[in-house]
């Protein structure tokens, strides 16, 4: 596994090829859709080897890196120009097929054959990746102590779920547990903190929830991501960070697996335990509403509703409770939003300028709660939400309906997600976003006629 330093220098390679990307005329590579799903850098720095993916994949994204080879000292003008590194690397551009991965990746994984199992709690980063599940998971979880539960930064209702969910769970065992996430907690979810006991200690068993890669820590994955002992996720496309791993996609919300995780264990639950796994449950279904949810999870959420706590109070807070801030963003995203494809595709851009003029009047969950509104307008197949995150940094949610698959789209940009459900990061000015998304959206689109 890469040390930290040279992980965030592939990430600055990685967004400095992407940016340039923009700049190169060679007609194969401007007419193909490129994207740069991830770079590995060796320790030495000698050798990065750059992933390519294109819409098409196959012969036409091994032709790209072909062409691409040719650009290589553009690229690494460009790199040198902005990138802090004591030597240049020889950058290796490699075909990248994220369609085929990312629609066969369960069928690949259930022929892996198991390896044997390590002796010692996984400290050392060289310990061979695990794929687990639910019973192993609760025997890490009951054979450890000394907790550290990580959700991911710009945190949402499933990973704080999760996190102070799984946190009380281990509190009520007598462990010692506590949560950390990168980012401030919306007012509206603030409760969830206050279900658990706030404990000082020193951390020996860290545990992420709700994690697809390890970059989404944010500023924790400086000091914590290479140290992740078990990562409980739900994610269809993910980066695997930690010594062990309990990932199940057809599972709504990560929440799910803490509360399966809960009854492998005979764990006593309580109304505030129960409180934060429905929490988790609600947000990433959308009250229930969306397809990923499944009969297992309304079994869950009826078992968790037997205890005792304000399901009505927190389904007001999560879904129905906006401020007159909130009301008038969402009225100025409505105003802007554009229409493409025979308006069966509509984005929404929340750009610096917008976010500036709402600085205080919302709070960051109004702004995460955006994503679903480009797919509420009838006869919208794929919606997208533009959130920029910098100069030239633009976050991109994208929401679809049968049969886009958007973990599919966006993976051609380096992100990924659910089938239903997924982002993306694009470097580069709006209209350089915008070209790169459309006739993506539209070869989808047409790819699925």
Wanted: net charge negative.
């Amino acid at each position: 596994m890469a040390n930290f330093n040279t992980a965030r220098l592939a990430e600055d390679i990685k967004r400095e090829i992407s940016t340039a990307m923009r700049d190169i005329k060679d007609g194969a590579v401007v007419k193909a859709m490129v994207g740069v799903s991830r770079c590995e850098l060796t320790s030495d720095l000698s050798y990065c080897k750059v992933y390519i993916t294109t819409l098409e994949g196959g012969d036409t994204t091994k032709n790209v890196a072909e062409h691409l080879k040719k650009a290589e000292g553009f690229f690494k003008r460009r790199i040198n120009e902005r990138v802090k590194m004591r030597k240049l690397p020889q950058l290796i551009f490699v075909p990248d097929n994220s369609m085929d991965y990312y629609e066969h990746i369960s069928e690949v994984i259930s022929k892996l054959p198991k390896p044997a199992e390590p002796d010692d709690n996984g400290d050392d980063e060289r310990q061979t990746i695990m794929i687990t599940d639910v019973k192993k998971a609760a025997e890490l979880l009951k054979s450890n102590d000394d907790f550290l539960i990580l959700s991911h930064a710009n945190p949402d209702g499933d990973t704080l779920g999760c996190a102070y969910g799984l946190c009380g769970m281990l509190q009520k065992m007598g462990k010692r547990a506590k949560v950390m996430c990168a980012d401030e907690i919306a007012p509206r979810m603030e409760f969830l903190r206050d279900t658990v006991i706030q404990q000082n200690f020193e951390e020996k068993t860290i545990v992420s929830v709700d994690v697809a890669d390890r970059k989404l820590l944010g500023d924790l994955d400086a000091v914590y991501g290479g140290r992740i002992f078990l990562a409980i996720d739900h994610h269809e496309s993910r980066q695997e960070f930690a010594k062990y791993t309990l990932v199940d996609s057809d599972a709504a919300a990560a929440c799910e697996l803490i509360f399966q995780i809960a009854e492998e264990m005979n764990a006593q639950l309580d109304g505030e335990i129960a409180s934060c796994l429905y929490t988790g449950l609600a947000t990433d279904t959308g009250c229930f509403k969306y397809s990923n949810t499944t009969s297992r999870t309304h079994i869950i959420a009826a078992k968790l509703m037997a205890y005792e706590f304000d399901v009505s109070g927190i389904n007001y807070k999560l879904f129905d409770m906006k401020s007159k801030g909130r009301l008038e963003l969402e009225q100025a995203i409505m105003q802007g939003m554009e229409f493409f494809c025979d308006d069966r595709v509509a984005v929404v851009w929340l750009t610096t300028e917008l976010m500036d003029r709402f600085n205080g009047r919302v709070d960051s969950e109004d702004f995460n709660g955006l994503a679903s509104l480009p797919r509420q307008v009838e006869g919208v197949i794929i919606g997208a939400t533009v959130k920029q995150k910098g100069p030239a940094t633009f976050k991109i949610s994208v929401r679809t309906a049968e049969p886009i698959n958007a973990g599919s789209v966006c993976a051609l940009f380096g992100g990924g997600g659910h089938a239903r459900a997924a982002g993306c990061t694009i470097e580069g000015s709006i209209e350089f976003v915008k070209a790169k998304l459309l006739p993506v959206f539209e070869k989808a689109l047409k790819a699925n006629e």
